[in-house]
């Protein structure tokens, strides 16, 4: 009998890791999770948390880099009566990041002339310069594996080091039909705009957009989506703009709950790599989003203007800085909410300070929010929190397995000071 029960035990084990597996590829963020069982150790009165592994969870997950889904969103300049499978430009390029830990979504915008290695030809990692607006013409016409969004997924991935994992391709057709669907949208136009010198703004009167709170239909929001008489990164502003008023029509409207049967309705309007099957798992972690606090990021400003060999004028990185808005954009959100001016002092050989800022940075601290301080000698390890930002004081106890401490003496200026002795690890949550 006894036996029979482990043997029964067993299977419903290996089932419940079987299915967690399963269930966290078609409900990404919202996986089945069973928590650990209370148990108390006989003749005490010591309680403990018994674990399954590869099953149960604690009662609060700590924030981990994988807690990201990294979705590449392209924006075709085909116009009606053009050929869908034709080489075209990528008019708009922006990763959509959802940080499924904190239930939030981020932006990040990639200025359509930034100068990089694109694919060149139908073999992985040969590379050209161009545009990297140009990545998915070139991926159509020398028929790349998987086609001009694929490029575009290799060249946003090599040149700055992030992982895509699923990329949305939209032209102008599908995205006003899709506006149009939702009834238009409003829009807070922060400034008049005014394009006289091409015909994208002639669905507005006197093709000028007005300043304030502007309805508008598909039609229209893909105009003022594609203006760029003041240039293409202030045109990245009025994208996140209109992205920001789909979110707030969305919700309003309800849509989020359906996402299942918009999108076999509106499939049509755009191609993706995301399998039919997952989308009820992604239906429910986008009904657990705050669209209501989108973060819009842009590597804009990380830009400079030159003009390339063949004559084009192009923008050209600063690479420290675009790796400063990427490692903000790729932060623990919780730890940006509160923006802590972190001091850590450590002691040991200065290659121990570079593991250390690897260590926070790669668990969603970067590197503007932290100074450190190499000290001579030994020091007593301890966290000290001295302006209530709990939930990084809490992280930084996890990611150092140390505990907070009342202040017992003079202090470095900051939010909160950590002080990593030598021995002190660094620990994996």
Request: glycine content about 8%; overall charge negative; proline content about 6%.
């Amino acid at each position: 009998m006894a036996a029979i029960i482990g043997a029964a035990l067993g299977t419903v084990y290996a089932s419940l890791v079987s299915y967690q597996q399963i269930d966290g590829f078609l409900f990404p963020g919202n996986e089945l999770h069973v928590p650990a069982v209370s148990a108390q150790i006989p003749s005490t009165d010591i309680g403990v948390d018994v674990s399954l592994p590869g099953v149960s969870t604690g009662k609060s997950e700590p924030w981990r880099p994988d807690d990201r889904l990294n979705i590449l969103v392209l924006g075709l300049d085909r116009r009606p009566g053009e050929p869908e499978d034709a080489s075209y430009r990528a008019d708009t390029m922006f990763v959509a990041s959802i940080d499924t830990h904190a239930d939030r979504l981020q932006l990040l915008a990639i200025p359509r002339d930034t100068y990089a290695d694109i694919p060149y030809g139908d073999v992985p990692g040969i590379w050209a310069q161009n545009k990297i607006n140009a990545a998915y013409s070139y991926g159509q016409f020398y028929k790349y594996p998987g086609g001009g969004a694929a490029a575009c997924v290799a060249a946003v991935e090599h040149n700055f080091n992030l992982d895509i994992h699923h990329y949305v391709v939209i032209d102008w057709v599908g995205f006003v039909e899709l506006i149009d669907a939702i009834g238009g949208i409003e829009v807070d136009v922060p400034e008049e705009i005014s394009d006289y010198g091409t015909d994208v703004l002639e669905v507005f009167e006197d093709q000028t957009v007005k300043a304030g709170r502007q309805h508008m239909d598909g039609a229209q929001a893909l105009g003022y989506s594609r203006v760029r008489v003041d240039g293409d990164l202030k045109r990245i502003e009025r994208q996140q703009l209109v992205i920001q008023a789909v979110a707030d029509k969305s919700v309003s409207l309800g849509l989020l709950a359906k996402i299942p049967d918009l999108w076999a309705a509106y499939r049509h309007a755009f191609r993706t790599d995301i399998d039919t099957a997952l989308i009820p798992g992604y239906a429910l972690l986008a009904r657990e989003m705050n669209l209501e606090h989108i973060e819009s990021f842009s590597l804009g400003p990380a830009m400079y203007g030159s003009i390339a060999e063949d004559g084009q004028i192009v923008l050209l990185r600063n690479d420290d800085r675009v790796y400063e808005i990427i490692d903000r954009f790729l932060a623990d959100p919780r730890v940006r909410d509160e923006a802590p001016r972190l001091v850590v002092e450590y002691s040991g050989e200065p290659a121990r300070g570079r593991e250390i800022e690897g260590h926070l940075a790669n668990f969603g601290i970067p590197p503007e929010y932290f100074e450190l301080v190499r000290v001579p000698g030994e020091l007593a390890p301890g966290i000290f929190d001295l302006s209530g930002k709990s939930y990084t004081a809490a992280k930084l106890t996890e990611l150092f397995d140390l505990r907070l401490l009342a202040p017992d003496g003079p202090l470095p200026e900051a939010d909160i000071v950590v002080r990593l002795g030598a021995e002190t690890g660094l620990r994996t949550p």
